[in-house]
Structure formats: C-alpha cells, structure tokens
C-alpha cells in the first residue's frame, strides 16, 4: 500500500504549552482524509511540523517518501498548502497574490488561478486588504490550488465560506481527488468530514484517539429510540454497551454497542410504541469518544 503520509510517534514539545505526542498516522494516496479535532487539540501544530516549517522535537515523519524535515524543500514541491489563517502584503490584489506564488514555484498557473476564482466567485483584480474574511479564505484555496499539487493539505479550510461557496469548494475538491490529488484537512466541523471524508482521525490534547474509516467509526455504535418510553428500565441501561441513555418526554434512547440480538428479549418486555435504530452521527462518535477518554 502507498502511502502520501506517514508518521510515527511524532512529538513536538513547547515546553509547559501543549503540542503533539506521539502521533502514529498513515493516510493512503490517493484518500480525502479528516482531521478533526477543537480548537488547540494540536491539528495545526500537526500540519507545521508536516510540513518542515516546525522542527519535531522526535518521532518520523515522511510525506510522499520524503523524510521530514531533511527533505522538506522537495516535498513543498509536490503540496498546496491553505494555512487557518492568512495574511498579505498590504497593497496587493488577489491576481498579485496567485502570480507571486506561482512565479516562487517557477510556473505559468495564470489561466487555472482564474478558472478557480470564477468558480468560488472570487474577483482576483480587488485589493485582498479590501475583502471579507471569506473572500480572503478564497485567495488562500486559489493559491494552494492553482498549480495543481500532488498532496492538498488544508487547515480548517471551510470556516468562513458560506454555504454556496462550500459546496463549489468540496466540487473542487472531489475533481481534483478524482484526478489523483491526495487531500488532508483538518476541520472541527463533523457533518462536512463525515460526508466528504472517506477516513479521519480525532486527536484530543495532542494525541490520537481513534483512526479509522470514517463509515467504521459511525458503525462503532448505534442509537436506538424507543417512542413511546418515558424511562428505560434498569436491566437496560445497567448492562455493558449500554451508552448515554437519556429521555425526553414520551421517549427514550441510547447507543449500543454490541449485537443488538443480544438486547432484544429485554427490548421485547418493553412496552414501545415505535423502534427506531439508526447509525449515530460524527458528532456523537466524537463526543463519546472524547468523553471515554476523560474517564
């Protein structure tokens, strides 16, 4: 298996502040990878020290077989990079912005700078000093985008972007994965990670706590209600799997996890109106996850 990116027990100190610890992780070519995580759980600290522009303090780290950081001037080559936050030389236009960038990378991405801004509805001839925020986070997806990168690493990319650009962003993003692009993003939006993400990891404090398929993490559990139930009995709620059961009105619900044969003859003595058993969303397995690690 080919891997874009891989690391192994990679640690970055900052002394008494929190960095990253001993991160292991493996994104395959190819793959559109979510790294979720709040704000200050180590996403970007992760992403700098990828990246060579954070010396680790140990551990390994290679981006496309390139070993990080002796390597990092040859793997900037191959990577579009949209840092969570940007700025700019004050008096420059969003075009100004695209030709420094690509005259640093020594190519002509005139023509692809104006296709992508057109698509985000962006206007490349304003001062960037005058644009929104969002517009300035579309200057930043124009520049890594523009000269067609073998890796897209992208950090909190869609905050800012309203809901119209988003969906032209993520079309971007799934033609250019369909032309081999490998694409890893760090978000703390669940909903879009769990749609567009075929795996994710969710780091916590520096450290990973789960990697999987994304469709592996929702099937870790699942959420079952019961209308017609204002309180779920004791034989239920006390056994092993049995999660975060709560009721509101006139029903009730909780995650399990095991086999839901297991817990249908105590199902059947209850006298439900209507069983619902669905897969949990992003956001729970998240919160459960975080919550289990408190523990």
């Known amino acids: 298996m080919e891997y874009a990116i891989k690391t192994q027990a990679l640690t970055k100190n900052y002394g008494r502040a929190r960095g990253i610890t001993n991160v292991s992780l493996s994104v395959e070519a190819g793959d559109i990878f979510g790294f979720i995580g709040p704000n200050g759980a ?11 522009l954070i010396r680790p303090s140990g551990g390994k780290a290679s981006v496309l077989n ?23 030389y004050r008096g420059m236009r969003a075009v100004d912005v695209f030709r420094m960038s690509a005259k640093l990378r020594h190519k002509d991405c005139e023509r692809e700078s104006w296709v992508l801004s057109d ?9 960037v000093s005058e644009l929104s925020f969002g517009n300035q986070k579309k200057v930043a997806i124009v520049t890594a985008m523009q000269h067609k990168p073998d890796i897209l690493i992208l950090d909190e990319p869609t905050s800012g972007l ?3 650009v988003q969906r032209a962003f993520w079309d971007l993003l799934k033609e250019r994965n369909k032309q ?5 993003l760090s978000s703390h939006v669940l909903s879009e990670v769990q749609q567009h993400c ?17 469709s592996n993490l929702s099937n870790t559990a ?12 004791t034989t239920l709620t006390g056994l092993a799997g049995v999660l975060k059961a709560e009721t509101h009105k ?46």
């Open 222 to 233: 699942r959420r079952v209600t019961l209308r017609g139930v204002s309180e779920l009995p």
């Open 162 to 164: 309203d809901p119209l």
């Open 180 to 184: 081999g692009t490998t694409i890893f």
């Open 119 to 127: 698509r985000l509805g962006l206007d490349p001839n304003r001062p």
């Open 66 to 88: 390139y070993n990080i950081p002796s390597q990092s001037r040859e793997v900037l080559k191959h990577i579009g990079y949209m840092p969570s936050e940007t700025s700019y």
């Open 198 to 214: 075929r795996h994710a990891a969710i780091i916590r404090e520096g450290k990973i706590l789960v990697s999987d398929a994304v």
């Open 42 to 52: 180590g996403k970007s600290t992760f992403i700098r020290t990828l990246l060579g």
């Open 250 to 295: 006139s029903e009730s619900s909780f995650l399990y996890q095991g086999d839901l044969h297991d817990i249908l003859p105590i199902l059947n003595a209850i006298p439900f109106e209507d069983l619902i058993v669905t897969e949990p969303s992003l956001e729970e397995i998240f919160l459960h996850v975080y919550e289990g690690d408190n523990k």
